[in-house]
Structure formats: structure tokens, C-alpha cells
């Protein structure tokens, strides 16, 4: 029986041509700072491990008070490979988050965000604030006594935020107080919502990406450089590097399975030294360095309103550092980069110890 290759198959149904130009004229420039151009590439890659492993997950999980934490017990204690699926969403969930860190530092430092990149970082901005909610979703949806805890801290937070600070808690409770009605909203989230607006946000960042090509950093512009193709050179060199992060990934995923604590009771104490996700540390810990009242205004919500402040000025930095968008150096922009750097360390690693 004749059998046509699949390849002659698509080939004479679909027209290729276009494809294959994109893919050979994607070239990517080589200089001494190109290693950070990985960092995007990791975090596509974590993500699409945390979407593989939550699907798994998925067809198990429980989203109500009374099986929640039961249905995880027996993820872990009853499925073939259910612990290591665990410990891989888990462990890769910690990962995206520092590479999605390191990968901001990146742009930011190299000014990748210089126009016409704006966009590019704004999408990846919203990516950022959209993970993170990630994490504070599925945190909860252990339902253990740690988890509820600081999921009533977190949105309790939220509740001091001026004007829109009563809806804001609301929105994400659901209800009075964390409820099953917050578990079944923050599975919804979780699985379903976020996912959906993550998938349409890294499609257009990564477009974007295709449309303007990779940028070079201020330093390198106009010097003589060496641009290689994408495909394979960088692939292959992506598909290697994507290798080692799945090694780490599956290292820890082995070695330190996450703990499952007590089952939350709505109605006991809170557990004692509780703390939220690493990156939350660096928010706590600036709102412990505010007093309880200032000039006679509630001390949460002015240091909630000076972090709004903080994040949002950062967010705005590819239309402030007006210099670098005109391709003058900018060394104002790298001392701010910088400092934002040493605080998010420092407060983070004060949040560790105390
Ligand atoms: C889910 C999260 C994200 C994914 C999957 C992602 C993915 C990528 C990929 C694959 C690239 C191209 C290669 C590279 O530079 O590494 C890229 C470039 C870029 N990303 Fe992201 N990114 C994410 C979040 C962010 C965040 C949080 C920011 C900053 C706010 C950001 C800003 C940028 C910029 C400015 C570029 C252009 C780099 C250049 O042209 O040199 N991204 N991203």
C-alpha cells in the first residue's frame, strides 16, 4: 500500500511556505550578555510542566470543605506517581516564579523594555501579578490549617486597601470570611480562569516578541555583532538548558515533597509563626516597617498605598526611562533596577529569618 510520508500529507493540504520563512528568518543576536534571552524560554517551559502537572491533578482533586484536603491525602498516598505529580506542580510552581523574577531583572537591567518594547513588558507585567495569584489560589486549594491561614491574612490585607479595599475581599472571600464558597472561587481561578487569561497573555507577549525580534542591549548597540538563527541553533540550545531546569525541577520534586498539615478548622486559632509564599515576604515585611497610625490615618492602608505605589511606578518604568527609549544610556533607570533588586532580596530574606 502506498503510504505518502505525513509530512507530503500536510503538504499538499496546507501551504507551509509562510511557516518555514518565519522560522529561517528568525535570527537572534549573539553578544556577551545573550544568556539572559534563556530566561524566557525557561519560564514558557515551567509553565507548560505546571499546566501538564495541574491537569493531572485535576481529574482527582475535590474543590469542597468536607474532601479537599482528603482528595489530596489520597493523590498522594493512593495514585501511582500521585506524591511525585504533587511534588512536581509544587516545586515547578516555586521554579516559574524565580525565573519569571530573574527574567524581569533581566529586561529590566538590559532596558529590553526601551521602545518599541512596551508592550512587551506590560503583557509580561500582567503575567507577573497573574502567577502570583497562581500561587495564592492554589495554595488554598490544600485546605490545610497553614494554607487557610494565610489565605485569611492575605485577603484580610486586601480588605485595607482604600476605596475599593471592602469589594476587593469580598470579591476574593466570596463570602464573610475564607469559606468553602473561597475554596470553590479559588479553584475556579485556578483552573479555569486564570489559565485562560495566562494562555491569550503569553501568546501575545511571545508575538510580540516575533514582531519586534530580540533586542540588543544599549551597550552593544550599533557594534559589530554576530546574529545566529533561531532554528536550530537556539532551539537546540533551548531544548538543553529546558533539559537541566526538568532535572532540578524533578530533583526537588523527589527529594522534598511538599508537607500537607492539619486540616483547616475555620474555628481554631490560627497556627503559630505563620508565613505566607516567599514572595509575598517582601510586602509583609514593608508593611511591618509601617506603625499602627500615621497623623491620625490607619498604618496598613498607607503602606498598602505606598507598595500600590512602588509596583506601579515599576510598571511604568519603559514610559519613564524616556532616555533609553531614545537610545541615550540611562544610568538613573539601572541604579533604580538596582535598588529594587537589593530591596526585593533583602526584605525577602528578612521575612526568612524572622
Ligand atoms: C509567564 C510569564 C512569561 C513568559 C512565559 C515569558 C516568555 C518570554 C519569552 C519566551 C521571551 C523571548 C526570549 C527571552 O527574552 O527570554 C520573552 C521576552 C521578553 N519578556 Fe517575557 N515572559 C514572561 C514574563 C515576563 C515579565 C514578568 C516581564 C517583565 C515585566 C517580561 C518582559 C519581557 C521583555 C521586555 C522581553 C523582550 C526581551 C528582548 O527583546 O530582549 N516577560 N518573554
Redesign the pocket.
Known amino acids: 500500500m502506498n503510504c505518502p510520508r505525513l509530512k507530503d500529507w500536510f503538504e499538499e493540504r496546507y501551504d507551509w511556505k509562510g511557516i518555514k520563512r518565519l522560522a529561517k528568518e528568525k535570527f537572534v543576536p549573539e553578544h556577551r550578555y545573550d544568556l ?6 525557561i ?2 517551559f515551567l ?1 507548560i510542566l505546571q499546566f501538564l502537572t495541574g491537569m493531572l491533578m485535576a481529574l482527582y482533586y475535590v474543590p469542597h470543605i468536607h474532601f479537599a484536603y482528603e482528595s489530596i491525602i489520597e493523590i498522594v498516598t493512593k495514585l501511582n506517581m500521585g506524591w511525585f505529580f504533587r511534588s512536581l506542580h509544587h516545586w515547578g510552581a516555586q521554579l516559574a516564579i524565580v525565573f ?1 523574577f530573574i ?2 531583572f533581566g ?2 537591567l ?1 532596558k ?2 526601551r521602545k518599541p ?1 512596551e508592550m ?2 506590560v ?3 500582567v ?2 501579578g497573574i ?1 502570583i495569584f497562581f500561587g495564592l489560589s492554589g495554595y488554598l486549594l490544600l485546605w490545610d490549617e497553614r494554607a487557610f491561614a494565610a489565605v485569611r491574612v492575605a485577603t484580610g490585607g486586601a480588605g485595607a486597601f482604600p476605596v475599593i479595599g471592602g469589594f476587593l475581599k469580598a470579591f476574593l472571600r466570596g463570602s464573610i470570611d475564607v469559606t468553602g464558597d473561597t475554596l470553590l472561587r479559588f479553584y475556579a481561578f485556578h483552573v479555569a480562569i486564570l489559565p485562560i487569561i ?1 494562555l491569550a497573555l ?1 501568546g501575545l ?2 508575538l510580540l ?1 516575533q514582531f ?4 540588543v542591549p544599549l551597550s552593544l548597540e550599533g557594534k559589530k555583532r554576530r546574529d545566529i538563527p533561531f532554528f536550530p541553533n537556539v532551539f537546540l540550545k533551548d531544548l538543553m538548558i529546558w533539559l537541566v531546569v526538568f532535572g532540578v525541577v524533578v530533583t526537588f520534586a523527589v527529594l522534598l515533597p511538599p508537607e500537607i498539615g492539619v486540616k483547616a478548622d475555620p474555628l481554631a486559632p490560627p497556627p503559630e509563626n505563620i508565613k505566607p509564599e516567599w514572595y509575598f515576604l517582601f510586602m509583609l515585611e514593608t508593611l511591618k516597617l509601617f506603625p499602627g497610625t500615621i497623623l491620625g490615618f490607619n498604618g496598613e492602608t498607607i503602606a498598602i498605598l505606598c507598595v500600590t505605589v512602588g509596583i506601579l511606578f515599576f510598571f511604568l518604568i519603559p514610559f519613564l526611562d524616556r532616555k533609553s527609549s531614545r537610545g541615550e544610556k540611562s544610568p538613573l533607570f539601572t541604579w533604580i533596577g538596582v535598588m529594587y533588586i537589593i530591596y526585593f532580596i533583602v526584605m525577602t530574606a528578612v521575612g526568612f529569618l524572622s
Open positions: 539572559w534571552y534563556y530566561t524566557g524560554g519560564t514558557l509553565f519569571l527574567h524581569l529586561t529590566l538590559l529590553s523594555y518594547r512587551v513588558w503583557t509580561g507585567f503575567l507577573l502567577s495566562t503569553i507577549h511571545i516578541v519586534h525580534g530580540m533586542s
